[in-house]
């Protein structure tokens, strides 16, 4: 379960580097023409400077995170996560923030009783910004459940416009207004994966829309095998925590992993409501 509450997560959003705009300039070289006596002259260095090149470093480092044109403009963690999602929640809300090399995510679940889902689930945000443009502010839905596991809700089923970090009172609007659709989609995937029935005839099928590597499948299969999942939402639960437990280059990696793992189950849910009926008994 997420333990920090608004301050607590402010003080880690503060945490994040600052980060700042280089200079670029490119090294080069050439070999002079030998001495007079015949001795060999070396080599000239020189650096050549990129007018319309720029480095991302943090503040306090000249590590390159990424280049970027000239024309780029940074935005700090801290202006992206702060005004625009966190303070607009009225009330207490918990959450954590993941931080690796210029990317970032954080997870923020108001704690009243409205953003929760029928099965006591709590609905949240899940903020997604980077540094170098793999993300820009990215605002999305997710679902913690009871065992305090954190499910993205894929963009294309609900999330927000891309957000001005000028325009505070947005967020707030669209959340409401998309909570609904939030709600609606999980009871539907919860329900129809609950009384599917995951058999030993089905697996390698599933294991296959699911892409799970050759060690999750075979951690999986003795799983089915022995009686120990008994409808997809167990299975993909299970599949979640075998993630979970891995060891990964940071949270931000492991975070990456599970995003992908809940666009896939929202992507079965597709394939299944497609998937023709099966024939009644006795029907040719």
Excluded at 10 to 17: C, D, L, N, S, T
Excluded at 251 to 256: A, F, G, Q, T
Aim: net charge negative; proline share 4%.
């Amino acid at each position: 379960m997420k333990t920090l509450n608004k301050e607590g997560l402010k003080a880690e959003i503060y945490k994040i580097p600052r980060f700042v705009l280089r200079d670029v300039a490119v090294k080069d070289s050439c070999v002079n023409e030998p001495n007079a006596d015949g001795t060999p002259a070396g080599l000239s260095t020189w650096w050549e400077e990129q007018p319309g090149d720029k480095a991302v470093t943090e503040e306090n480092s000249t590590r390159r995170i990424a280049y970027m044109t000239k024309r780029y403009k940074l935005v700090q963690f801290a202006d992206g996560f702060l005004i625009p999602i966190v303070d607009q929640f009225e009330g207490e809300v918990v959450g954590e923030v993941h931080y690796h090399e210029g990317y970032a995510i954080m997870d923020l679940f108001p704690v009243k009783d409205e953003y929760k889902t029928d099965d006591g689930c709590r609905i949240g945000v899940t903020a997604y910004n980077s540094v170098d443009r793999t993300s820009a502010l990215n605002i999305r839905f997710c679902v913690e459940d009871a065992n305090g596991r954190t499910l993205t809700i894929p963009k294309r089923i609900a999330s927000f416009r891309k957000l001005h970090v000028g325009k505070i009172g947005e967020l707030t609007t669209d959340y409401i207004t998309l909570l609904g659709r939030v709600q609606a989609a999980w009871k539907n995937i919860v329900e129809k994966f609950t009384k599917y029935k995951v058999t030993p005839e089905e697996f390698d099928s599933i294991v296959k829309q699911f892409d799970l590597d050759e060690t999750a499948t075979k951690k999986m299969r003795e799983i089915v095998m022995n009686g120990g999942v008994a409808n997809l939402w167990d299975f993909c639960m299970e599949t979640f925590d075998m993630i979970e437990k891995r060891y990964y280059k940071s949270d931000v990696h492991k975070r990456r992993r599970m995003d992908d793992l809940c666009n896939t189950i929202f992507t079965y849910n597709v394939v299944m409501q497609l998937a023709p009926s099966p024939a009644p008994d006795g029907a040719a």
